[in-house]
């Protein structure tokens, strides 16, 4: 079955070889939302494809508030990930399965082979730098030049987007952590946004109406 789906999400990335390759090598991985995939401070040994779902990025600091980076959708991989394999360092970031997930996980030893054998594999790497330098420079414009009203309609939009829905299942201490705010202030402006008929509040749901 994954062998499928890589070809879906990945065929028009790699050149033929390279899929073999990974079919060959490749550990299937499942998830659940919710399970924490890599902790600050782990050795990572292989890196992600992601197949289906959606993984998220966070910073942590000592006290172990946590800042959103950024998510791995279906035909990513975390940039992160990469540079922690190819460097042999411990991870400084965080990954959270947002939703149920399929993974394949791929040995760091293929990584490096593969980075002089195929010019597919080399490009896709680069992009996925690229990307994620993107998202996480975002991620601190947002911090630093947006308020925290307008990072929130932000959040619920890109929720909206990746769960294809406008019922958001979450609570209003979820949306606090990954926006490092506190959960008072997130039901506050929860509430002025309802009272502007944007959204309508539900027990550990949000209906998003006009965002």
């Not at 490009?123 to 993107?134: E, G, I, P």
Request: net charge neutral.
């Amino acid at each position: 079955m994954h062998s499928v789906e890589l070809q879906q999400n990945y065929g028009g990335l790699f050149q033929p070889e390279l899929v073999e390759e990974i079919n060959k090598v490749a550990i299937f991985k499942e998830v659940k939302a919710g399970e924490e995939l890599i902790k600050v401070g782990d050795y990572i040994r292989s890196m992600p494809l992601i197949l289906t779902g959606a993984i998220k990025i966070l910073r942590e600091d000592d006290n172990g508030d946590e800042l959103l980076l950024y998510f791995l959708e279906k035909g990513d991989t975390c940039a992160m990930t990469l540079a922690c394999c190819i460097g042999s360092k411990k991870s400084e970031i965080k990954a959270v399965a947002e939703t149920d997930a399929t993974l394949l996980m791929i040995p760091v030893q293929k990584m490096e082979e593969w980075s002089s054998k195929y010019k597919s594999w080399r490009n896709f790497v680069f992009d996925s730098y690229h990307h994620r330098l993107m998202e996480v420079l975002q991620s601190i414009d947002n911090i630093a030049f947006s308020k925290l009203d307008d990072r929130l309609i932000k959040y619920l939009q890109h929720k909206k987007k990746l769960f294809k829905s406008n019922l958001i299942e979450i609570t209003h201490q979820e949306i606090a952590r990954d926006l490092n705010s506190s959960r008072v202030v997130i039901s506050r402006l929860l509430k002025k946004l309802e009272n502007q008929h944007a959204i309508e509040l539900h027990r550990n749901s949000i209906k998003l109406l006009a965002v």
